[in-house]
């Protein structure tokens, strides 16, 4: 493949050479920073040969280009359109402020949820166990459960400040202490006692700071300002003992005067907000909710609402209407998925459209639906929001609530049941037989351009320097082996939690959950791919295998700590030869996800790949069959 001419391209369609003002890429993404993304043509880009496809996300276009990425970086650089100095906080500083204040709530709610799903599904248990008449609500053990299910609401503050630290650059525990302070029971029952409360003389406003969020995130923000404040006018010999006192004794009268009411008093805005629009537009609310929230998910935007719902939940005792639209939401993915895979005639399309179906209907994990199926043949996601919006109207006719924050899916619709009102199971059912048939029926009406007729006289024919899909040599199909890179446990690559490997949209393999952070090539290659942040190696065999290691989720952002390479690009290896070393249980601390995924990136020159079975394994066993 010409890469210059993928490269001239995309240039072209993202508006010029002018409209880029730096760009830097990651194992299989180029991401851009363009002054105007408004000039993109996603489409057009889109089509582009070498390019999988579009994502937008923290400030950056992101072009998904695969193990190929390096190649598209350099020939972009030779026709002197980029640069590597791009720092992404000289592109946040020209953002705007809602756009950053934006930024800084999705970054910093979006690492906690998987606390908050544990939590919430633990409420959902509550309320079905005494239905079934398993466990009484009078018990102790009812009790120390409900204890156990408020965990991460309750503590909710100290979640966020961790999370937001991370995203702000914060001090960790610094942050966590000014959280705590707000949340600590001396001062709560200080509020509670309604007598007047003071600092220095100055009052403080009383407010219930347990299931707060806001105030955490713009404290954690504050601290990461003092801090470099603070550290400028201390003296050296001092700073271990005096930079930490300041920034708490700075800090606190700005949380308890300032910033905590202000959170609460927003907090209660929102709800008064949400009360407001139940009131004044009903059921169709929840439709409205329910039509919008796949785009929302599009822009990465859909955690915004979990505040809401935890607000509702905390305050009500259930949430009327973002669950209850994006239940609706997640199973028309999941339906129009399922035409797809019923009526493509192309291999691939129907298996990842098979897969991102299921995951959708049965967990409520949209993300490989969208961008694998639905976005990608546009008309099937339109039947996305139109049967999203007509499941979300029912619902709210219907006056569902849900009781949890748990990812909304067909296992975990219990959380919709009302203890008291049986007739809600049946609401449920309809509006998941709502959700999926309306969803499927509209992407038959509808139709999609099926990639089969789009290319399939260009796929029959290989052009010339591009490789056939291996044939059988005689009368026995040539098979290659992919051994594991890694000691630990092995699991289906639909099963990562991020979209662009679950999907497949990368190439076929599997997922690897490691128990040591070694790395081993598992075959004798080339080392093709080695970013800068260490946290990926792309491999290519004698034979023509292009093998993708990708260690951890989001772990470019840690740009190279806690990762050592023991090799570097042009290199040749060897079968069992040590490629990364990395800590993960630094990585683990950070709050990031360790899962790896091993991609065959060529996927389509070869004619499938086998994962081995699910459960342990060492390095050098068996991972991968190739045909």
Request: proline share 5%; with cysteine; net charge negative.
């Amino acid at each position: 493949m010409d890469w210059k001419d993928t490269a001239k391209q995309i240039v072209a369609q993202v508006g010029g050479k002018e409209n880029i003002q730096g760009a830097t890429y990651c194992t299989t993404r180029l991401r851009l920073t363009l002054a105007d993304e408004s000039k993109a043509n996603d489409e057009a880009v889109s089509s582009i040969p070498g390019v999988i496809g579009v994502a937008h996300g923290s400030g950056q276009y992101q072009i998904i280009i695969g193990n190929r990425v390096p190649r598209v970086y350099e020939a972009m650089q030779e026709l002197g359109v980029l640069t590597k100095n791009v720092q992404p906080p000289q592109e946040q500083k020209k953002k705007s402020i809602p756009a950053r204040m934006m930024d800084g709530l999705l970054g910093s709610m979006t690492p906690i949820i998987p606390a908050i799903i544990g939590c919430a599904m633990m409420k959902v248990l509550l309320v079905l166990l005494p239905m079934l008449g398993v466990l009484s609500t009078d018990s102790s053990t009812y009790q120390v459960l409900n204890v156990i299910g408020d965990g991460s609401f309750y503590f909710l503050p100290i979640l966020v400040a961790a999370s937001a630290a991370q995203y702000f650059h914060a001090n960790l525990f610094l942050s966590i202490t000014i959280a705590g302070i707000l949340i600590h029971p001396s001062l709560l029952a200080l509020f509670n006692a309604g007598d007047a409360v003071s600092l220095f003389g100055i009052p403080v406003t009383a407010a219930n700071y347990p299931y707060s969020i806001l105030p955490a995130i713009i404290m954690a923000w504050v601290v990461s300002k003092v801090e470099k404040l603070v550290d400028r006018v201390t003296p050296a010999i001092t700073k271990t003992f005096l930079d930490p006192m300041l920034v708490v004794l700075i800090c606190a009268p700005i949380a308890l005067w300032v910033v905590g009411p202000a959170g609460a008093i927003a907090g209660e805005a929102i709800s008064g907000g949400l009360e407001w629009i139940q009131v004044n537009l009903g059921w169709l609310a929840v439709g409205i909710i329910g039509g919008i929230y796949p785009v929302l998910v599009l822009f990465g935007m859909h955690h915004v609402l979990t505040p809401i719902a935890i607000a509702s939940i905390s305050s009500l005792g259930f949430d009327s209407l973002v669950m209850v639209a994006q239940l609706g939401a997640n199973l028309a993915q999941g339906g129009a998925s399922m035409a797809v895979a019923l009526r493509s005639k192309n291999k691939n399309m129907r298996q990842t459209a098979a897969a991102a179906g299921f995951s959708a209907l049965v967990a409520g994990i949209t993300e490989p639906a969208m961008y694998g199926v639905t976005l990608r043949l546009k008309r099937p996601f339109i039947a996305v929001l139109i049967a999203s919006f007509v499941s979300g109207s029912f619902a709210g006719l219907m006056q569902l609530k849900s009781f949890s924050t748990a990812c909304p899916g067909l296992v975990t619709t219990i959380q919709y049941i009302e203890a008291d009102r049986t007739s809600s199971i049946l609401y449920i059912a309809l509006t998941c037989l709502i959700a999926v048939a309306v969803s499927f029926l509209l992407t038959f009406i509808l139709g999609f351009k099926d990639p089969v007729e789009a290319g399939a006289a260009a796929d029959a024919t290989p052009k010339k320097d591009e490789k056939a899909p291996a044939m059988e040599k005689g009368s026995q199909v040539e098979r290659r082996t992919v051994d594991s890179p890694l000691d630990g446990k092995v699991i289906p690559l639909n099963q990562v939690d991020d979209e662009t490997f679950a999907s497949g949209v990368l190439g076929a393999g599997a997922a690897i959950v490691p128990a040591d952070g070694k790395v081993y090539a598992p075959f004798d290659a080339t080392v093709e791919t080695l970013p800068d942040s260490r946290h990926a190696v792309g491999l290519r065999s004698a034979d023509g295998v292009e093998l993708l290691i990708h260690v951890g989720k989001d772990t470019v952002n840690l740009a190279g700590q806690h990762f050592t390479a023991h090799v570097k690009e042009g290199d040749t290896v060897t079968k069992g030869q040590l490629l990364l070393t990395c800590d993960l249980e630094a990585l683990r601390g950070a709050g990031y996800d360790v899962t790896t995924p091993v991609i065959v990136t060529n996927t389509d020159e070869f004619l499938d790949v086998v994962p081995a079975q699910e459960g342990a394994i060492t390095h050098g066993s068996r991972l991968l069959t190739i045909l």
